[in-house]
């Protein structure tokens, strides 16, 4: 039953274009975050981008904008 449920729910979430273009955007700003240096989510200052407080405070912010 909850494989029934869980396949449908997959398959609708893949064929809503809402999906891919969240998926897209979240995507580019990790991507843009790691390579660009004028892309700063959560760390700023003189601290090292893979530093755990960098990298935390980097999910936390994504993690909030999805709940949004």
């Known amino acids: 039953m909850f494989g029934k449920i869980a396949a449908f ?3 609708y979430q893949f064929r809503n274009p809402v999906f891919w273009v969240v998926v897209i955007l ?4 990790t991507y843009g975050s790691i390579t660009v240096d004028q892309i700063q989510i959560g760390s700023g200052g003189n601290i090292y981008k893979n530093s ?4 935390s405070r980097s999910t936390r912010s994504f ?3 999805i709940c949004l």
């Open 9 to 11: 729910e997959l398959r």
């Open 26 to 29: 979240f995507f580019l700003l």
């Open 52 to 55: 755990p407080s960098a990298s």
């Open 63 to 65: 993690r909030f904008s």
